[in-house]
């Protein structure tokens, strides 16, 4: 990560609430064309989520701690605040000196930017402008939340913008936080009713619309040079799983999250 970070564009992408499961299933299925052409092997790594709910989970990830490989470790991180004791912390781990990535990142001469999706990014009140807060320019307007049924395609289109303004020289990382999956997804479904409310089938057509508009977020970051993405859930979410619903709570739906990180190489 010494070698990348400096030379290309950095994406950290969050599919806020994703099942580690559903996203699995669909991959396989053949139902998420434009993600699984990127992770490796056409799969889906798993790992466990640093926190059970968004907040918690993205201030771990943006100290450095992105979920763990679900297999006995330790495991080398690709990012790490400098912390004396560290076990995870290796050679090829970017080390910064700052409180959090994003203000490591900044102080490398990146442009930080946050498009924000569910309420912990919406910066209107004092909780929901902490992690945005973090970045050098942040973006957050009601389309892109949890109750917009084309919320994706909204941060995808603020996304692309914020590309097209940057000089040529300038490295990016942007940070996209996707609400699509978070409740409420039932308007994803067709047929679906929000009296019935939401379901893991609603949760997985979200998934699919996510899906079908990723691409354009990919080739924008990938228009000026390449750029290394992080495409992973914060944490996952029960749909009655042994009588749970929701998150923030330790059941193994939600502990355990898709992950994988790949290269995007720059467009012609």
Same mark, same amino acid.
């Given at each position: 990560?010494?070698?990348?970070?400096?030379?290309?564009?950095? $994406?950290?992408?969050?599919?806020?609430?994703?099942?580690?499961? /559903?996203?699995?299933?669909?991959?396989?299925?053949?139902?998420?064309?434009?993600?699984?052409?990127?992770?490796?092997?056409?799969?889906?790594?798993?790992?466990?989520?640093?926190?059970?709910?968004?907040?918690?989970?993205?201030?771990?990830?943006? *100290?450095?701690?992105?979920?763990?490989?679900?297999?006995?470790?330790?495991?080398?991180? $690709?990012?790490?605040?400098?912390?004396?004791?560290?076990?995870?912390?290796?050679?090829?781990?970017?080390?910064?000196?700052?409180?959090? $990535?994003?203000?490591?990142?900044?102080?490398?001469?990146?442009?930080?930017?946050?498009?924000? %999706?569910?309420?912990?990014?919406?910066?209107?009140?004092?909780? %929901?402008?902490?992690?945005?807060?973090?970045?050098?320019?942040?973006?957050?307007?009601?389309?892109?939340?949890?109750?917009?049924?084309?919320?994706?395609? *909204?941060?995808?289109?603020? *996304?692309?913008?914020?590309?097209?303004?940057?000089?040529?020289?300038?490295?990016?990382?942007?940070?996209?936080?996707?609400?699509?999956?978070?409740?409420?997804?039932?308007?994803?479904?067709?047929?679906?009713?929000?009296? *019935?409310?939401?379901?893991?089938?609603?949760?997985?057509?979200?998934?699919?619309?996510?899906?079908?508009?990723?691409?354009?977020?990919?080739?924008?970051?990938?228009?000026?040079?390449?750029?290394?993405?992080?495409?992973?859930?914060?944490?996952?979410?029960?749909?009655?799983?042994?009588?749970?619903?929701?998150?923030?709570?330790?059941?193994?739906? /939600?502990?355990?999250?898709?992950?994988?990180?790949?290269?995007?190489?720059?467009?012609?």
């Amino acid at each position: 990560m010494n070698e990348v970070v400096g030379r290309d564009d950095l $994406l950290l992408l969050t599919l806020d609430t994703l099942r580690h499961d /559903v996203a699995v299933e669909l991959a396989a299925a053949g139902r998420l064309p434009n993600l699984t052409a990127h992770l490796p092997g056409g799969t889906w790594e798993r790992r466990h989520a640093p926190g059970n709910f968004t907040y918690a989970s993205h201030q771990a990830m943006f *100290a450095g701690f992105l979920p763990t490989p679900a297999v006995p470790g330790p495991h080398p991180r $690709l990012f790490a605040a400098r912390f004396a004791g560290s076990e995870t912390t290796a050679d090829r781990t970017f080390v910064f000196d700052t409180p959090d $990535l994003v203000s490591g990142l900044a102080a490398h001469g990146y442009r930080t930017v946050c498009v924000g %999706g569910v309420g912990f990014f919406n910066k209107q009140g004092a909780l %929901g402008s902490v992690l945005p807060g973090l970045f050098q320019e942040s973006h957050w307007e009601p389309e892109f939340g949890v109750a917009s049924p084309t919320s994706f395609e *909204a941060q995808v289109a603020r *996304a692309e913008k914020v590309v097209a303004g940057l000089p040529a020289e300038q490295r990016l990382f942007l940070f996209l936080n996707v609400s699509a999956l978070h409740q409420p997804n039932w308007f994803h479904l067709p047929g679906a009713t929000r009296e *019935a409310g939401d379901s893991r089938a609603t949760h997985a057509a979200a998934l699919e619309y996510v899906d079908a508009h990723v691409g354009r977020l990919f080739r924008a970051m990938s228009s000026r040079r390449r750029c290394f993405a992080v495409v992973c859930s914060d944490h996952g979410t029960a749909y009655g799983d042994d009588g749970y619903t929701g998150h923030r709570l330790g059941h193994d739906c /939600v502990w355990t999250v898709p992950y994988s990180h790949f290269f995007l190489e720059p467009t012609a």
